[in-house]
Each structure stands twice: as C-alpha cells, then as structure tokens.
C-alpha cells in the first residue's frame, strides 16, 4: 500500500512539474496548441515522426494571420516569429537581446560545442573576432583540402571521413532520449554529452594533421592552418558582449586557445561542409533533373565561360558563373539545409508592436524551410525559377525571409566558402554531365523525420548521370 500510494504521489508530482510552464504564453496572449504534460508541444519530435522543421513549418502554417505563435518544447517556452520585421529585429537589429543561439547549457558545454556555431556570449564574439579570417578563402581553397588529409571519399565508401560525417549526423532513439532529459531536466543533465561517441575521434584527428606539420602552418593555405596560426596568436582579447562595468561600457573578456577549442572548430568546420553543402548541391541537381529546361540554360553558361577560361574551373571562372549562382540559391530556396534558425533571449525583451514580453531564455525560432516557401514572398514558390534571385528582379524586401545562411552578426562565416565550393562542385559535373531523375524516384525528396538542425532526406536523391556527347 505504502508503495501504491509512493508511486500516486510520485506520478502526481510529475504532472505538476510536468506542466509547471503551461501558462507562459496564454499570460501573453498568444496564440499556441495545447501542449502535453512533460513533452509540451514537442510529442512527434521526440517520437521521431516529423522533424523538428517540419513541426515548425505546420505551426507556421496553421497560425497564418499571427505574427508570432507560442510553443512548448517539453516545458521550455519558445517563440515561432513569422513577420519578417520582427525576424530583422531578433537577427539585427536587437541583437543584443539575442546573440545565444541557445543550443547549450549556460554554465556547462561539453567539448565539441565550444564552436562557433553552438557556442554563445563572449566565446563566440572572440572566437569570430579571430577567425574571420576565413574570409581569405578564395582562389585558394577550390584546389585546397580543408583538413590536409586524403580524405578519399568519392573512392572508399568506408573511408575515416565518410564514417565521421555519417556520425555527427547520427540520429536516432539514443540521441533524442538524452536531448529529451537535457530539455525536461536541464540541470540535472546539463553535463550529459550528445557528441560524446565523436568527440575523441575528432581530437585524435586534429593531432593527427598538427604532427604531421610539426604544429607549423604549411603551404597549403588550409583550415588547419588557421587554426595552428590562430593557437600561435595567443589568448583572444576583446570586449565583452556579457559584461558592463558601472559606467555601463563593456569589460575585457580573454578566451585561452586550447586543442579542446581548436578541435571544437574542426568538427563544426567539418560538419558544416559534409552536410550543409552536400545536401544544397543535391537539392540543385534534384531540381535541375527535374526541370531540363534550366539545366541546358546552366551548361550553356557552363560553357561558355570555360571556354573563354582554357577549359580550367578556377576562382575566376565560378564568378562568371552568375545563371549557375541564381540556380543554387534557388535549390536553397526549396530545400535549406537549415530548416530554422534559433537565438535566445538573454534578458527580458518587449514587443512593443504586440504588447507582450519574453523573459531570460526564451527560445525563438524562425521557420526559414515556411518563410522561403511561402507565396506571399515568392510566388509559385512550387516553380523552380532561378530568375528569382536576378538582382534587377529579386525583392529586397526579402532580406530577412530568404535565410539559408542566416543574417545579421551571427550569419554563417562561411558562406562564401560553401557558395563558392558549391558552384565549383555544380559546374564540375553538369560541365560533362547531363542529369535526370532515377526510374521511380519521388518528385520531392523525402524529409527525414529523425532529423535534427540540418534537415536530411530518407535514402539520398536518385540522380541519373549521363556523359554529355558535346558543349550546348
């Protein structure tokens, strides 16, 4: 009986606990589903029957005359934004209010997330402070290995590189079970790793490329080599975004440059073109199989500027390139890598437009995959149309709705990197290939429910590749 009676009030406490935030967005008045004790409005994530864009994107479509809506995920209130003025005020102009992303604990990272992209706070402002110098990517890196090993992936399906990226992408039962506790008990699991099983496998590697070069920069002009020159700087001095001291001006924040960071770099590096370039490049060429017309525009701008290059795909030939560019922005356009993007409130913010307040953690959430395919920003959006992004046609009102590499003092530091390797890659092969859709492949790829930031498709993009006879 004592037990029966143990397990009620043990149930009945959980259902409290379970529901304690419930309240939030009905105090606001802001429209929102109801959500479910413990998971919130969150179950189909964490059953792994829709992705986390595609939960987004239904929430964005069934509130289409609401600004922002309100969501539960497990039992931390978040904010879908839907109106592009405030998405520029979260991205921009506010940004002091929002510069976390939000994908960490605040006091706890484990090692890999101390990266530019997971990171927050003056770790992310000093670390973008020294590596963008990226930005001298450029001729260079067409011909350059970003890691300086072989990787050999084209050849060897079972290569160490290939392995890798399949793990960081890994996501399954596991993986959402521990993102399940992190979010319904934040600190009692804030020291429980997602990329625990990678983590070592990822410092090996960068020791592995440091000893081969005597920890010395090399010739090659690399990512490696930044970041050897980035160690070999020394601690990271800037001002801090975090702190002001009583004068209200901001005091020095100091970041040491340890092997920990350095890898945490490399494995975001990595990650980021594995994926994020891959499955852009993919979507482009799903599109151009599909839509031939476009394709025979694309090779005969190919072409041409080859030939008034010597046949050579260099730096300077993908700059002509500017139909092709149209073209991968519109293959972004359907399907971005990036299905939304996240920033945090850090302090209480007021919508002054809309007579509510966010406190200190609040998530929002910005549902790029709707925004992008929505007809109210660009027509037929179901109609591949690389003119879109024709700079004398193209609507600059959609600065803060097209964001596949986000925007504002956060945006992807390597977009020009991933533009400019992606077009190489594109005019590669559609310069001696033709592309057409595989026999009995699906029009549009299929989403993968278990996917997380980076949206994925179930069982690749059939593509047919045909040698072409002769230039167009």
């Known amino acids: 009986m004592i037990f029966v009676t143990l397990i009620c009030v043990a149930l009945i406490a959980l259902y409290f606990y379970g529901t304690k935030t419930f309240k939030y967005w009905e105090e606001r008045g802001v429209k929102h589903a109801r959500p479910i004790p413990i998971l919130g409005n969150n179950a189909r994530n964490y059953l792994m029957r829709k992705s986390m864009t595609q939960v987004i994107t239904e929430v964005y479509w069934k509130y289409p005359d609401e600004p922002v809506v309100g969501f539960f995920r497990s039992l931390r209130p978040e904010l879908i934004v839907r109106d592009p003025n405030i998405i520029k005020r979260i991205l921009n102009t506010d940004f002091q209010y929002f510069y976390q992303r939000g994908l960490n604990h605040k006091a706890d990272m484990e090692p890999l997330n101390r990266n530019l992209f997971f990171t927050g706070g003056d770790m992310w402002r000093l670390l973008r402070q020294r590596l963008t110098l990226m930005a001298r990517y450029t001729t260079d890196f067409i011909g350059a290995c970003g890691f300086g090993l072989d990787a050999d992936s084209l050849q060897d399906e079972d290569s160490e590189f290939r392995k890798l990226g399949m793990e960081i992408f890994r996501i399954d039962a596991k993986f959402i079970f521990k993102l399940f506790l992190k979010q319904l008990f934040p600190e009692t699991f804030k020291n429980l790793k997602m990329f625990g099983h990678i983590e070592k496998t990822v410092i090996q590697l960068l020791k592995q490329v ?3 070069r005597n920890y010395q920069p090399s010739s090659r002009n690399d990512f490696v080599d930044l ?62 199989a599909h839509n031939p017309h ?65 406190d200190e953690g609040v998530l929002v959430m910005i549902p790029v995959q709707a925004l992008q395919n929505d007809p109210s920003y660009f027509p037929d959006p179901e109609e591949f149309r690389p003119e879109r992004f024709d700079p004398e046609l193209a609507d600059p009102n959609n600065k803060f709705v097209y964001l596949p590499f986000g925007e504002g003092p956060r945006a992807c530091v390597g977009e020009r990197l991933g533009l400019m390797q992606s077009l190489a890659g594109l005019a590669a092969v559609l310069s001696k290939f033709d592309v057409s859709p595989a026999p009995g492949a699906p029009r549009h790829p299929v989403l993968n429910p278990a996917g997380g930031i980076v949206q994925s498709v179930v069982g690749g993009i059939p593509l047919v590749f045909r040698e072409r006879s002769a230039p167009h």
Not at 248 to 271: C, H, S, T
Not at 305 to 320: I, P, R
């Open 210 to 212: 440091l000893k081969q």
């Open 294 to 358: 476009v394709q025979v525009k694309v090779q005969e701008e190919i072409d041409r500027v080859l030939a008034k290059h010597n046949n050579k795909l260099c730096y300077e030939a993908v700059k002509e390139m500017t139909y092709l560019e149209w073209t991968f922005k519109e293959g972004m356009r359907v399907l971005p890598s990036l299905g939304f993007l996240t920033r945090e409130c850090v302090r209480k913010y007021t919508f002054e437009d809309l007579n509510f307040s966010i």
């Open 227 to 288: 970041l050897i020159e980035c160690k070999k700087k020394g601690t990271i001095v800037g001002e801090s975004i975090e702190r002001r001291d009583a004068e209200g001006k901001p005091e020095i924040a100091k970041l040491e440059i340890d092997d920990e960071i350095l890898a945490a770099q490399m494995f975001v590096f990595f990650a980021a073109g594995f994926e994020t370039s891959s499955s852009a490049t993919s979507t482009t060429l799903n599109e151009l």
